[in-house]
Nanobody, 124 residues
Framework: QVQLVESGGGLVQAGGSLRLSCVAS????????MGWFRQTSGKEREFVAG????????YYSDTVKGRFTISRDNAKNTVYLQMKSLKLEDTAVYYC?????????????????WGQGTQVTVSS
């Protein structure tokens, strides 16, 4: 079993930046592909970004590409989401997730473990 804990959410002005962190328990962090998803109340959870086992490959949704950067530090069991040029529509609860190799990086059901989420609110 792997526990994931997100942190770094908060209130920021449009155009600002924020960095989210997700720390995983256990000794097998480097065996999982990692992803970030987000969800607004009343809407489905959507893919934001994904990263391969050693961080050599990254994937982004079209809506965040060029503004968000996903990275990981396997020595610290941590995955990050650096967000810049934030927009009002980026407001959501952001979730960290872990997936074994196989399946698709942008498919919610392929992820085995999920964090509790952290709220990001972008104001005008």
């Amino acid at each position: 079993q792997v526990q994931l804990v997100e942190s770094g959410g908060g209130l920021v002005q449009a155009g600002g930046s924020l960095r989210l962190s997700c720390v995983a328990s256990g000794r097998t962090f480097n065996e999982y592909l990692m992803g970030w998803f987000r969800q607004t109340s009343g809407k489905e959870r959507e893919f934001v970004a994904g990263i391969s086992l050693a961080g050599e490959n990254t994937y982004y949704s079209d809506t965040v590409k060029g503004r968000f950067t996903i990275s990981r530090d396997n020595a610290k069991n941590t995955v990050y989401l650096q967000m810049k040029s934030l927009k009002l529509e980026d407001t959501a609860v952001y979730y960290c997730a872990a997936k074994s190799p196989g399946g698709y990086y942008n498919t919610l059901k392929d992820y085995k473990y999920w964090g509790q989420g952290t709220q990001v609110t972008v104001s005008s």
